[in-house]
Each structure stands twice: as C-alpha cells, then as structure tokens.
C-alpha cells in the first residue's frame, strides 16, 4: 500500500486501522482530540503488553464534552502507556497513528469514535488516508516528536 483513502460511508475503515495495530512489532505514535471507541485503546494497550513501544499525545480538554474519552484515557495510564497532554493553545486536532515497523501512517479528521471509522454502521461522512510514502511518514514522525519534546 502507497497510498488509500478509505470513505467511511462505503466501507469499514476501522478494520484496516485494527489491523496495522495489530500487526505493528516496532512502535505506536498516536495522537487524538478524543477516543470514545473502546476497540482501539484495547488493541493500543494488547500491543504495548506484547512490548511494542506506544506513545500518546492527548487533550483532555475533551473530557468536558467526550466523557467516555476520559475513561479510554484512564484505561492507556492504567496499562502505563507514556502519555502527554496538550494543554494550552488551541484543542489537539491532529487524529493519527502512526505504525514505525510498517512505515505507515493514519490520519484524517475522524476521531476515534465507534462510528466515525464506519464500524457497525455506516460512519460520519469521513475519509480516512493510509499512506507508507516515506516523504509522509517521515513528515509525521518529526512533527510527532516535535510535540512529544515540547513540554511548554
């Protein structure tokens, strides 16, 4: 796969992303205005166990309005995911993952929702991009530990 983008009105663009979780041996970089979709912090949290390295960067100014975004982020420090919280500035609005062994990045405007990704029902009217280009992952992966380093 170079590149697909996955319409969340006609197909079920989670199963891919379930499966890039599963199937990632090297390490995890997520990032989320919010998850209410208890399927991936439960594949996020199987892989971290297994020993994959998974880093989360999070907003929990979400919780106000998600609040079932506070108990998956709860269930990431229970398992002792590294986790840091975007607090100033404008909300986390970046929603991807990024899978290292694979070279392959996920993102898109829907959140990690249980219908925004097309799951039991068809989605929001989302489209979700996988891309393995290099120039893309790369790009993603500095920002991600730009962010990550940024403690201010």
């Given at each position: ?38 399927w991936y912090s439960i594949e996020i949290i199987k892989r971290w166990k297994a020993g994959v390295p998974v ?21 990431l420090k229970d398992a002792g995911i590294p986790m840091r919280n975007k607090a100033s500035g404008t909300n ?61």
């Amino acid at each position: 796969m170079q590149e697909r983008l996955c319409d969340t009105q006609l197909e079920n663009c989670r199963a891919p992303l379930l499966n890039l979780i599963r199937n990632e041996q090297q390490g995890i970089d997520v990032a989320f205005w919010y998850m209410t979709d208890a399927w991936y912090s439960i594949e996020i949290i199987k892989r971290w166990k297994a020993g994959v390295p998974v880093r989360v960067l999070v907003d929990t100014r979400a919780n106000v309005k998600y609040t079932v975004n506070a108990q998956r982020l709860q269930d990431l420090k229970d398992a002792g995911i590294p986790m840091r919280n975007k607090a100033s500035g404008t909300n986390l609005h970046w929603k991807m993952m990024l899978f290292n062994g694979q070279n392959t990045v996920e993102f898109s405007k829907a959140n990690y929702g249980p219908y925004a990704f097309g799951g039991e029902r068809p989605g929001d009217d989302e489209a979700v991009y996988f891309s393995t280009d290099s120039n893309l992952t790369n790009s993603f992966r500095t920002r991600f530990d730009d962010l990550w380093i940024d403690t201010t």
